[in-house]
């Protein structure tokens, strides 16, 4: 297992002092804060954070730590030594259920089967209650459309019989329910962190997200979709197929038709008890003007039909 | 686990419903604490008086982060709600961002 280096974790000097260190992490809490913080890591550098803080906010632990010294530096291979937290009072306690998102390293010095762990009366020790966890899924599209069983790979946290963490892959099938969308969270049951001494497992939470798609775009429950067309089906009308996720629709282009016109297709977005609507935002594409032909019809077009784009632009010139 | 097991969750979504004791259960809390929610207007249960009060999944996932926010950033009720909705907002920008972002692209 490696060293961690609290302090550099931190940010602070070894001699900091508590307010500094609060302050220190009140900083990085908010930064890194899963809920608020958009960086990409931000949940494990969160989790090494409040690792380093309840170590350094409390001062038992921290003079134990101390004592480790200099000896050690971050990344470096690291045992605790045979009389880790010999000659200290263990007057506080820390929160047991917690610690186990923490590292390999936090849970050997610190965790439920270290001398910090075992002290503290009764009721103060880790809650029966297995911990919830969180995770983020990606599903595509045409899969959150369908429904149906997923198989999804998670690490997960898991408590050793000698009382240390390690993180394991696990792989779960999971049944979705034709229609999830983005944001929608899937709760299973018992299948967070076993509970410590008998009580219930806690739960999994997946919160959806949804794979970028080369064509649909969602807002909730409806679904956007860009659909060329030519400028004499914007112009005469015309009736054009249209992919949505449940398949190709016929929809009908109204005569006189312009750019960025949104039409709607009721009841064609994501199922749900109040289905979601698919829009289709027109886009004239004009064909290339690239051989005789095409050449001579635009300039027809020039001769005969007295037509000037920026009319609307006023009469300045 | 076999991999042949298939595991059917709950959906949390706004179509759910749950009482006092089950939503408060869920994030690990006391039923007081979601008086207080309700109170100050981040829950929003259907029904009359406490005892008939419907949570959505909605105010389940709600709940859960301000449980987080309060606990981990150490905020008060007032301030993680604030934060909350803030945070909500800008999720609903970013998404409509994105889907004009793409129009024009295309």
Redesign the interface.
């Known amino acids: 297992m490696d060293f961690k280096d609290y302090y550099q974790i931190m940010g602070v000097a070894r001699d900091a002092n508590a307010e500094d260190i609060k302050r220190a992490y009140r900083k990085l809490a908010r930064k890194f804060h899963p809920d608020v913080s958009k960086e990409a890591n931000a949940e494990d550098k969160f989790k090494e954070v409040q690792e380093a803080y309840e170590v350094l906010k409390d001062p038992q632990k921290r003079a134990a730590y101390d004592q480790l010294g200099t000896r050690y530096h971050a990344g470096q291979d690291f045992r605790p030594p045979p009389d880790w937290g010999r000659d200290f009072e263990f007057s506080t306690h820390f929160s047991g259920a917690e610690d186990t998102g923490f590292s390999d390293f936090f849970s050997s010095l610190f965790g439920a089967r270290s001398p910090f762990g075992r002290a503290g009366g009764p009721g103060m020790g880790p809650s029966p209650q297995g911990q919830d966890h969180s995770a983020r899924i990606q599903v595509s599209l045409e899969d959150a459309y369908r429904g149906g069983v997923q198989t999804i790979e998670l690490q997960s946290p898991e408590m050793t019989p000698n009382g240390t963490v390690m993180v394991k892959p696990r792989t779960l099938r999971v049944t979705l329910p034709a229609g999830v969308v983005e944001g929608q969270q899937i709760r299973l049951a018992g299948q967070g962190s076993p509970a410590m001494t008998g009580g219930k497992p806690g739960d999994l939470y997946l919160e959806i997200s949804f794979r970028p798609h080369p064509l649909f775009k969602v807002e909730g429950r409806d679904v956007t979709l860009t659909l060329p067309v030519a400028p004499w089906e914007a112009a005469l009308g015309a009736t054009v197929n249209v992919p949505t996720l449940g398949g190709p629709v016929e929809m009908r282009v109204p005569a006189g038709a312009k750019s960025s016109q949104r039409l709607r297709l009721k009841g064609r977005g994501m199922p749900g008890s109040t289905p979601g609507d698919q829009y289709v935002v027109l886009k004239i594409v004009l064909p290339p003007g690239d051989s005789p032909q095409a050449r001579a019809l635009y300039e027809q077009m020039k001769r005969d039909l007295n037509f000037d784009p920026r009319a609307d632009l006023g009469k300045s010139e | 686990?076999n991999?042949?097991?298939?595991?059917?969750?709950?959906?949390?979504?706004h179509?759910l419903r749950l009482g006092i004791g089950e939503v408060a259960a869920?994030a690990?809390v006391q039923d007081t604490f979601i008086i207080e929610l309700v109170d100050y207007g981040v829950l929003e249960p259907f029904g009359g008086n406490r005892t008939e009060w419907q949570f959505s999944?909605t105010d389940l996932?709600r709940l859960?982060?301000i449980v987080?926010?309060m606990r981990?950033?150490?905020v008060n009720v007032g301030g993680a709600a604030v934060?909350l909705d803030l945070?909500e907002e800008r999720?609903r920008m970013r998404?409509?961002l994105?889907?004009l972002e793409?129009?024009l692209n295309?």
């Open positions: 686990m991999l042949r097991d298939v595991i059917h969750g709950e959906v949390i979504d179509e869920r690990h999944g996932h859960r982060r987080r926010l981990e950033l150490d934060i945070l999720q998404n409509h994105d889907l793409a129009l295309k």
